[in-house]
């Protein structure tokens, strides 16, 4: 049995090789601190944020798209296996797990014993933007440069592929959350409300912009009044959130650059004529490609299903080992 895992700093997803996507959950676990126990994993932990007593804590157990707590993210490992597998959990599966291309090997040793503990038979490991790139359907074989944007929660990573491997690349951990926490620091600086991690979300997605809109959108939220201490509505605007988010969006157009400064002229004219690929659940951000291009002066193209394609990569992976040895990582055999 062989599973492919987009293990991501806000949601994770699992990949069956003659399926597609089986799973879909945020990574998120809840934890009773009293008896050091796991309440909930994925979305019924996801719900619990902001509203929970002292003696429940909510994890999210990736940070910056690495692990931060070694035993509750193999604890959500396992539970992603378990439910994937349901009545076949007495084979061990193969997992091909996803990880930024930045990743130290101390952070790969523990995503890989992670994966080992919460019993994988094998475990392989490969960059993100490759597994990005193959299920974006980029012809990552081939003699001609590409180029991928991988916007995760934790991380954002820009990288030249060609001829199956890594060209040069550059990652940064500025992504989602990071916009999330622009967001409710603009709100509590300009209307002085504080507002939850959900509330910051919402905002993101339903009027959330990289560049000014003529035609502004508006949505009302709802925080606690910081002067006061009381609930208030307000509205925030489109524009806002355009302001909020001009910092982190203006470090990760400087990553792009600096990966195309660093990449060989022939690979660089070929990703002028194709433009770059942008992935990602933080590339789904309203007129984000339309920024990149303008600043950069090369096309942004948004791959389709751009949230799953590090989860379809893993899975096309899976099904060619012999074709991709060369593009994994490392590997740990039971």
């Known amino acids: 049995m062989k599973i492919g895992i987009d293990l991501g700093t806000c949601n994770s997803i699992v990949f069956l090789p003659k399926k597609g996507v089986v799973l879909e959950e945020p990574s998120v676990v809840a934890i009773d601190l009293a008896e050091n126990k796991i309440l909930a994993i994925g979305r019924e932990a996801k719900e619990m944020r902001g509203r929970t007593p002292d003696s429940i804590r909510i994890y999210r157990p990736l940070r910056d798209g690495v692990i931060a707590d070694f035993r509750v993210t193999q604890a959500m490992l396992k539970y992603f296996i378990k439910k994937t597998l349901g009545p076949l959990r007495i084979f061990k599966p193969e997992l091909m797990i996803g990880v930024p291309a930045g990743i130290t090997s101390t952070e790969k ?10 019993g994988a038979r094998m475990v392989y490991l490969a960059k993100e933007p490759v597994l990005a790139a193959i299920g974006a359907n980029v012809p990552i074989h081939s003699c001609s440069g590409n180029m991928v944007v991988d916007i995760g929660g934790g991380t954002a990573e820009a990288a030249v592929i060609s001829l199956g491997g890594i060209v040069n690349f550059h990652s940064i951990r500025m992504a989602g959350d990071k916009m999330d926490v622009a967001i409710s620091d603009y709100v509590k600086k300009k209307y002085n409300l504080a507002i939850g991690e959900q509330t910051t979300e919402e905002i993101k997605k339903r009027v959330g912009t990289a560049l000014p809109e003529k035609q502004e959108r508006k949505l009302k939220i709802r925080g606690r009044d910081i002067a006061s201490g009381l609930p208030k ?6 524009n806002d959130v355009c302001e909020a988010l001009s910092d982190v969006l203006s470090e990760i157009i400087q990553m792009i650059k600096l990966v195309l400064r660093n990449t060989p002229p022939e690979l660089s004219a070929d990703i002028m004529n194709k433009g770059m690929v942008m992935t990602g659940g933080g590339s789904l951000l309203n007129n984000l490609q339309e920024l990149i291009s303008k600043s950069i002066g090369v096309p942004a193209i948004l791959a389709e299903d751009s949230i799953l394609c590090v989860a379809k990569g893993t899975g096309a992976m899976l099904k060619s080992l012999d074709l991709y040895k060369r593009t994994i990582m490392n590997k740990k055999r039971a």
């Not at 509505?233 to 489109?238: L, N």
């Open 233 to 238: 509505d307000i509205e925030v605007s489109s």
């Open 109 to 118: 040793r523990a995503v890989i014993e992670a994966g080992m503990n919460a």
